[in-house]
């Protein structure tokens, strides 16, 4: 069984460019959750993905998006990158309706320089 | 309504000692309240996890205690050890959703 993946692990961008970062989840997991989280901060949820559709979002723009493929891995992409997208994303992954344990990948660095 | 408010910021324990981080919400519909742990450049790890219908879970060397009537919930860690150091974070959701709200976190520094 492996645990969730993420690539990059670290990335560079100016402001105004767009970025996508991946996400491959836990064997036999369905859901992919994605948070951002500041230098000294708590994660904070970007949006869930469940069978492939949006399931809920937090207080985040619409130039945050996401997609989750029929493997569950999923996508975020980010457009007009501004300063303060500058954080850690980590996905997480889960078995909705199952089990509430959520395991998160050790993250993407993103710098918007 | 959504938040979730950890305490304290920062904490010094000595080699042996009990840490104790504290957490409380606002939003009653929660109704799962994990503690994550992260070292530096990781990933959160979850520790331990509470469901409000009991007041207390251990692990270990690790205890969730849980107020549902002042909505609030703490985590201890007993005989705490320098590979404890790390970030904490308490979160809560609902349970039908996945969705977590994290509380700010607090870094545990614990010295020999």
């Known amino acids: 069984e492996t645990g969730v993946t993420q690539s990059p692990t670290h990335l560079i961008k100016t402001r105004g460019q767009q970025v996508t970062l991946r996400c491959s989840s836990q064997?036999?997991?369905?859901?992919v959750s994605w948070y951002q989280q500041a230098l000294g901060q708590g994660p904070q949820f970007i949006f869930q993905?469940?069978?492939?559709?949006?399931?809920g979002r937090g207080n985040f723009p619409p130039r945050f998006s996401g997609l989750q493929f029929p493997n569950y891995s999923s996508e975020l992409n980010v457009n007009a990158l501004e300063l303060d997208d500058s954080a850690l994303y980590l996905c997480?992954?889960?078995?909705?309706?199952?089990?509430?344990?959520?395991?998160f990948g050790p993250g993407t660095r993103l710098t918007v320089l | 309504q959504q938040q979730v408010k950890q305490s304290p910021q920062s904490l010094i324990v000595q080699k042996g000692g009990i840490s104790i981080i504290n957490c409380a919400y606002e939003n009653t519909a929660f109704d799962y309240f994990p503690w994550y742990q992260q070292f530096p450049g990781k990933g959160p790890a979850l520790l331990i996890a509470?469901?409000?219908?009991?007041s207390e879970k251990k692990e270990g060397r690790f205890t969730i205690s849980f107020n549902k009537s002042a909505k609030q919930f703490s985590l201890h860690i007993m005989d705490s050890q320098p590979g404890d150091s790390a970030t904490y974070f308490c979160a809560a959701s609902i349970m039908s959703t996945d969705k977590l709200i994290f509380g700010t976190g607090t870094r545990l520094q614990v010295f020999p």
């Open positions: 509470i469901r409000p219908d009991v």
């Open positions: 993905y469940y069978r492939e559709e949006e399931n």
């Open positions: 064997s036999g997991h369905n859901t």
């Open positions: 997480a992954s889960s078995l909705l309706g199952f089990s509430n344990e959520q395991f």
